[in-house]
Structure formats: structure tokens, C-alpha cells
């Protein structure tokens, strides 16, 4: 119950009181033998309930209400006027408007039959009970019907008034969770960009890095050995020169692709095999033997062709252009569920490994397929790349 309906359910209840003392004292004075003291116990019992049971012991709040009916029982057959009609039509307000249905039912079923009943008996106990007393105690007993119905309405109002105000402030939390949302969603979605421009940034370094290096490192190579021909062989070093110059075209065309995010993978262009063997020929009469091992029937998705594509094609350069290995070995097998990859040289190794920058694309590259990348110096000279794909499946 609001306040509003509160202060004029308590007018109305305390202005009903003294309509029912001043009648009373009029016509019975003030007397404890007479309805003055039901009258008082009423009283009392109801601001008893409105001021402390209903704040502070709400569970004996309704077994009041019973005791003030039975009161006005009392003060109903005492009396013998009609003014204790009020008393209950107070009481049936009161329970409807103050306290959750069926108290204010139960209340109003009691108050109208008891009423009826207990006049009727005071009538009977002054020996004036007739047809026109009965017509009176009928009479009043539709006003008990009349406040019922305008306290049910008001009830009904008031639920529906606090029904939409609950249904008001749902929607509002639902429009504050909303726009926290929204804003989380908006920053998780420029997290997400920040990340993803990271990754492009990251993806086409390695993608510059993996390039550059093997290009460069087969153009020295190819320099290194027409050097050592241009005098013995002046034929063979001219061809050396070509494909250093070839190699070089090829470098920077790819740059310029990769710059523009448009390069397309060799693996995509050539095929997986071919690929490979595209990387062995760039070494071809260099000095360097590669030999490559591929399993038969392996038959590899294409992320994961281009991540072995581009471990093999780190691994040969920095065999070559760090260790100065003069043979790598390139081996693809698959054991059961694992995909096992291993690239070896004969170079120097290095005793005090650190992880630079191609090291560490190759470890990430093999974490983006969920491999697992070790890195070993081989006595008495050499290194190996191994990376291993659990629960391998196509």
C-alpha cells in the first residue's frame, strides 16, 4: 500500500472512530459497563497493529484483525444501534486495502454474517427483534457489500499501479544493463581490432623476415660460389650471377606483395610438394645439398602445409647463413595420430642458444596449429628444428 492510499485509508479509519465514540457516548455515556470499553479495545488494538505489529511483528499483524472482529462483535451486540456497522466496514477496509489477499475476503465473509447474526441476537436479548428491526440489520449489511467493492477496486488499483511501477524499473535495470553491455562490447570490440591489427602487423613482419632471408641468404650463396668459378669457369659463375639476379627479382617481388597483403602463398601457387622442392632449387649448385623426406600419403590441410612451408624455409636460412651448414635434411612422417617434422643440419650449432627473431616466428608459426617446436645443438656439430602435432587428423 502507498502512502497516498495510507494517509486516506487512516482519515477515513479515524474519522469512522469518532463517529462511532461521539454516537456511543451520546447515547450510553462513558461507561466500562457499557460498549465504551469494546469501543476502546478496538482502538487501542488497531494502532497496536498500524504502528508497531505491522513493523515489527508482521506474523501476528492478521491474528488482530480476528481479535477486533470479534470486538466488534462485542460493541455490535452492546450497543444495539446501527453505528458499530462502521467498526467493521473499517475492519473490511483495512484487511483489503493493508494486507495480502485472502485476509481481506476471509474478514469481509466474517464481518457480514457476524454482523447480521449478532444484531440479530441483540435484538432477540432486548425482545425487539421484528420484520422492521431485520429490514434495518439487512440494509446495513449492503453497505458492507458497497465498501467491499470499493476497497476490492482500490486494491486492484493499487497492484496494478505497482505492477507497472515494478515493470517500469525492470525495464530501466534492462536498459542500464543494456548500455553496460554496449559499452563492453564496444570495448571488447577495440580490444579485438587492436589485437587483430597487432597479429597483421606480427603476420606480415615474419612474412618479410621469411622472405628477405631466404632470398638473400641463396643470392650470397649463389655470389659465394660464382666467385670461386669466375676465374676457373667463367661460364658456370655467369649462370651463378643469372639466378642470383633471378633470386633477387623474385625477393622483391614478393616484398612488394607481402607489403600489399596480396601475396599468394607459394604452397597455394605451386603445391605443397613443389613448394619444397622450389626451396631446394634456389640452392642448386651452391654447395649446399638439401634432401628432402616426405612420407607418401601424407595429405596435410592447407594452414598446416604453410606453416611447414615457411618452418623449412627458416630452417634452411638460418642453417645456412648462422651455422653454415653445408647439408639439411628435411623429414615428414606421420606416426599414428602425430605429425612429426624435423629439419637437420651439419653446422656449427650454436652452444648458448638465445631464440631471435626467425626462431621465434617458427614457434609461433607451430603454435597456430598447436605444435609443439624444440630447437637442439646435435654433437659434434649440427642443430635440429623438430616440431611435433598431437592428435594429427586431416
Excluded: C
Amino acid at each position: 500500500m502507498d502512502r497516498k492510499t495510507g494517509l486516506i485509508l487512516n482519515l477515513g479509519k479515524y474519522g469512522g472512530y469518532t463517529a462511532v465514540l461521539w454516537v456511543s457516548v451520546i447515547t450510553e455515556g462513558i461507561s466500562f459497563k457499557g460498549p465504551f470499553l469494546p469501543f476502546l479495545i478496538i482502538f487501542t488494538l488497531d494502532n497496536i497493529r498500524t504502528f508497531y505489529l505491522d513493523n515489527k511483528y508482521p506474523a501476528y499483524s492478521i491474528p488482530s484483525l480476528y481479535i477486533q472482529l470479534l470486538a466488534a462483535y462485542i460493541f455490535i451486540f452492546m450497543d444495539g444501534t446501527s453505528v458499530g456497522g462502521i467498526l467493521l466496514i473499517i475492519l473490511i477496509a483495512e484487511s483489503l486495502l493493508a494486507y495480502k489477499s485472502p485476509t481481506g475476503e476471509y474478514i469481509f465473509i466474517f464481518a457480514i454474517t457476524g454482523f447480521i447474526a449478532v444484531s440479530a441476537a441483540g435484538f432477540y436479548w432486548r425482545n425487539t427483534l421484528n420484520w422492521d428491526n431485520m429490514a434495518v440489520i439487512m440494509i446495513n449489511a449492503l453497505f458492507f457489500l458497497f465498501a467491499y467493492a470499493v476497497s476490492y477496486l482500490a486494491r486492484r488499483q493499487t497492484e496494478e499501479r505497482e505492477r507497472a511501477e515494478a515493470a517500469l524499473e525492470q525495464l530501466d535495470r534492462s536498459r542500464a544493463d543494456l548500455e553496460k553491455a554496449y559499452l563492453k562490447l564496444m570495448e571488447v570490440s577495440k580490444e579485438r581490432e587492436q589485437l587483430a591489427a597487432v597479429e597483421e602487423r606480427t603476420r606480415i613482419a615474419r612474412e618479410l623476415h621469411d622472405t628477405l632471408a631466404h632470398t638473400l641468404t641463396a643470392i650470397i650463396v649463389t655470389l659465394e660460389a660464382g666467385k670461386k668459378l669466375v676465374i676457373r669457369e667463367p661460364q658456370k659463375a655467369l649462370d651463378e650471377l643469372k639466378k642470383s639476379q633471378e633470386q633477387a627479382r623474385k625477393g622483391l617481388e614478393e616484398v612488394r606483395l607481402t607489403v600489399k597483403s596480396l601475396r599468394s602463398d607459394p604452397v597455394e601457387t605451386l603445391g605443397f610438394p613443389d613448394a619444397l622442392k622450389g626451396l631446394i632449387r634456389d640452392y642448386e649448385g651452391s654447395g649446399v645439398s638439401i634432401l628432402l623426406n616426405i612420407e607418401d600419403g601424407i595429405e596435410l590441410p592447407e594452414n598446416v602445409e604453410l606453416v611447414i612451408y615457411r618452418i623449412a624455409q627458416e630452417s634452411i636460412t638460418n642453417g645456412i647463413r648462422h651455422g653454415q651448414a653445408s647439408t639439411i635434411k628435411i623429414n615428414l612422417q606421420q606416426l599414428e595420430r602425430k605429425l612429426l617434422l624435423e629439419i637437420e643440419d651439419n653446422g656449427k650449432g650454436n652452444t648458448e642458444l638465445q631464440e631471435g627473431y626467425g626462431l621465434q616466428g617458427i614457434r609461433e608459426r607451430a603454435a597456430t596449429i598447436g605444435g609443439d617446436v624444440s630447437f637442439t645443438n646435435l654433437q659434434p656439430q649440427g642443430f635440429l628444428v623438430r616440431m611435433l602435432l598431437e592428435d594429427f587428423k586431416v
